[in-house]
């Protein structure tokens, strides 16, 4: 059975950083890929970063380029997502994907399988 839990969450004020982690489970590792969405209240999720397991290439949306790293360990199936330079708007509940091959970094419904989801609330 595929398992992915995200946790890390939190409050945090503007201008700190939090980590997220992704620790999966029921898959080969090493032959995904993991992609980490976002969405806030009222709006739709948005692909926020993708690193493939297999060959390390890492994508980020142009919303966090620069502040958001995405990073795996591979000997604990467990991918990471240090988010710097918080913002109000990064607000949103954080959700890691995991599928095989997905079309898209960025759409959701490229991915198969989903955790359940962390909060990240930024203060101003």
């Known amino acids: 059975e595929v398992q992915l839990v995200e946790s890390g969450g939190g409050l945090v004020q503007a201008g700190g950083s939090l980590r997220l982690s992704c620790a999966t489970s029921?898959?080969?590792?090493?032959?995904?890929?993991i992609g980490w969405f976002r969405q806030a209240p009222g709006k739709e999720r948005e692909g926020v970063s993708y690193?493939?397991?297999?060959?390390?290439?890492?994508y980020y949306a142009d919303s966090v380029k620069g502040r958001f790293t995405i990073s795996s360990d591979n000997a604990k199936n467990t991918v990471y997502l240090q988010m710097n330079s918080l913002k109000p708007e990064d607000t949103a509940v954080y959700y890691c994907?995991?599928?095989?091959?997905?079309?898209?970094?960025?759409?959701?419904?490229?991915?198969?399988?989903w955790g359940q989801g962390t909060q990240v609330t930024v203060s101003s």
């Open positions: 690193i493939s397991l297999s060959d390390g290439d890492t």
């Open positions: 994907a995991a599928d095989s091959r997905p079309v898209w970094w960025d759409v959701r419904d490229a991915y198969a399988y």
């Open positions: 029921g898959f080969a590792f090493d032959d995904y890929a």
